[in-house]
């Protein structure tokens, strides 16, 4: 499937290391000795790859699909054609995920120092670190082991970056400290100044912004992101939260674990998210604003007070996602009386 | 007209050699030797420059002009000052882009790699290429002849960059193959992993993302956009499409040829344009839609389902532009009512 | 308060000089040798500590604050907790930022230019410049007396950066005049093509972007943040205008000073702002509006008429602030009966 140009197939593998990674089960009758050379869609599989179907909307596709092996519900096995292999799983997307994973592992980056990089003596490199040409590391920093540097990337002075972390290209980070496996996309900007002003005719003062950065593990920011450092208290994005291209995250944000933020969206200051939140594309949330677990956020709302946890908000200003909807309902209906 | 510290005039032309590069006539009588020695505006031309009228809502300023010259659709040619000499054009905007063209030309790059630019040995390079300083060539990579690469732009392993194409300094590139003559301006980044997780509660599982992004001829890509790879299929970019700054475009996007994508809109993923569709600023259309060719869609929209061809729409959600300009009427006028 | 990985301070001070500074003065009784040791909130400030009370709303804060000394306004004096050292001051937030700045310092650059960064020979550096690795400044460029130009910044022919100006690392200005104690965040792009093209079904046409971009002193430009250079005009932005991240100013703008630019909002080309115009995050402002000094634009909106001097608007399209607040008042009522 994938060009190879660009990515490298490590297959084939059998049916049943495929199903061991991906914690499925194969359907009785099937051979785990059996060997698939690829992924691909449902549409354009053939005998000797291997498709998932997660949505039973694409059930007339499975149908008809040639694909040699299918990760499915159990639920869907009886709908299967006839001489398809099937992997029986709970989530059978995850289950996809890592079996995309297998043949397209990520590439473990050759660790070395560019002689084109730029290290400060005082800087700590872990083991297997590697720095690509023009990467940039100041006095103190902590880069650690197995780290992966971007070309022209700028790691500033007393920044620590843990373990497995991989920094995109002409990424910029300053006053940060990142946790473990984290992943900077390209253009990303983390650690500058908070927007924090004294304002007034004679002129707007910069208010200092003593706060850090903190990111904890298997958190990924997306391209040309930016996340403000904080004013005293810290900037804090919590394990396992993704984060889009283009977003913006404010000084003294708190974002919890596991939250999803959709590309251009922005949290402005001191707004604190708990776990599991997820905000769509183009959000704007104002500052000093509480925002619970598990709650939602349609794309381009405008959020002005607190949501509750897991509640579902929608509109600009937002409003619960029900009363949003109806907004759009009333509007149009008084818009067709005026228009007749 | 223009600051001589950032732009050389190649003038002085006569007439009778602009009207030729702008697809012009000159009008009856006037002297095809003349010449002029730069562009400039209505209001400020003198009689040594030329200018144009494409709006006729100008046409006070057209009368009282002092310009040399001018470049006018045939109908306004009656309203023109004494003496000033006409260029006759069906497109007079076009004429003179042609013809400002003509006094500053893109300046052509010089050839040559800088000693402070990073090029893998397996790369291959055309004639006449010019890479600055710290840019980085990765593995495999190929750059079409007389293309530039501007200062700290990052081209990974593999990536095709056509001929004549302009790589604007901190570009990041991977994952892309690139036509002629594409213009991409600086801080933009291309072919990073799209946003697709496995998502639940015990973590956000990345989906490995194993397209590419295909960037075809004549596009032009703004500061600081970000466009990512595919996660199967590719991400496409058709012919002469021009996308302004800090645009986000997601994977599997296909944009038809000639579309135009102004400053801070975003598309989401598998969403499908036409050609010539026009998506103003801060509009956000959602993932798996498809926007029929020369639609219009007005700033801050938010487009949640299909758009037909040719249909203009406006608001968030967006609909007809006519209902939506009749929304905003029935907002106001329940709002005056409340407020009395 | 501050993570001295990142933050050295530079104290203590004693009482009587932290007053001079910050523009306050000692309340009757308060020894003015008495010295502290940092900047604290108030709720965890200690006895060696001085922090600020600027929200009456924190008054009961204050009231059990265990500050040494805190800097108020004179009316809050009598109610502050026995002991406390006060320091009286008419804008107790701008004097805490000027105590802070005492605290700590902006470090000065260490003047030097890196065997890493590359300058033409035909560039002009000031008294005390810093270049740090990677950064390129081309053909003709003059860097001021003390500026300090950021790792891989790219600063292009001919390009003009005043005395004392701070350019983040990854920076890339061409075709650009700065003036003095300009700030500008990593990532920022300026001075590339502004949007302008004739457009047409047999292609767009770019229209040559003949002007520049003038940044008066003290201004301050937000990372990934993009300023188009002028069609023909200039694009302009006065002394003292603050810009937050990800914010657009398309070409031929106008910024007047003092002005404030929150997150990811945009102003399309053409447009005039007067002085100190507030514009929330998030905002659009098509082209060629005026905006009057002092006006305020909610966040969000959606600006596509003038605004009058002062003013303040919110919505999309946006309208008087009090008509959106009506709006949303409206169609709450109107979606509640139709629930019902």
Chains 1, 2, 3 share one sequence.
Not at 274 to 301: K, N
Request: glycine residues 14%; charged residues 15%; hydrophobic residues 45%.
């Amino acid at each position: 499937m994938a060009d190879n140009r660009f990515f490298a197939n490590a297959g084939p593998f059998t049916l049943g290391e495929l199903a061991q990674r991906c914690g499925a089960e194969l359907a009785a009758g099937v051979d785990h000795a059996v060997r698939v050379i690829d992924v691909a869609p449902l549409e354009s599989a053939g005998p000797q790859q291997i498709s998932f179907l997660d949505n039973s909307k694409y059930g007339d596709a499975f149908g008809h699909s040639q694909a040699g092996a299918c990760i499915i519900r159990p639920a869907m096995a009886a709908k299967a054609p006839p001489g398809m292999a099937l992997l029986l799983s709970p989530d059978p997307y995850r289950s996809y995920a890592q079996v995309a994973r297998a043949f397209y592992p990520m590439p473990a980056p050759e660790p070395g120092v560019s002689a084109r990089a730029t290290v400060d003596a005082t800087a700590v490199l872990g083991d297997g670190v590697r720095i690509d040409a023009g990467g940039v590391i100041g006095p103190g920093a902590e880069i650690g082991a197995r780290a992966w540097i971007g070309s022209n990337a700028v790691i500033g002075a007393g920044v620590i970056v843990g373990e497995d972390c991989v920094i995109g290209a002409n990424v910029c980070i300053s006053h940060a400290i990142l946790g473990k496996r984290v992943n900077i996309f390209p253009g990303v900007c983390i650690g500058q100044d908070g927007f924090g002003f004294a304002m007034g005719p004679q002129g707007h003062l910069k208010v200092p912004q003593l706060g850090r950065v903190m990111i904890h593990d298997d958190v990924e920011i997306g391209a040309n992101s930016t996340v403000d450092r904080g004013a005293g208290p810290d900037t804090i994005i919590c394990a396992g939260t993704k984060i889009d291209n283009l977003v913006q995250i404010g000084h003294n944000v708190h974002m919890g674990r596991g939250c999803v933020m959709v590309a251009q969206s922005g949290i402005s200051g001191s707004t604190h998210l708990g776990d599991f939140v997820i905000v769509a594309g183009q959000v704007g949330i104002i500052g000093h604003l509480r925002i619970g677990s598990g709650a939602q956020i349609a794309a381009q709302s405008g959020v002005t007070r607190d949501v509750a946890p897991g509640a579902k908000v929608g509109g600009s200003p937002a409003v619960p996602l029900t009363e949003w909807l109806r907004h759009s309902v009333v509007l149009s209906q008084l818009a067709h009386k005026k228009g007749r």
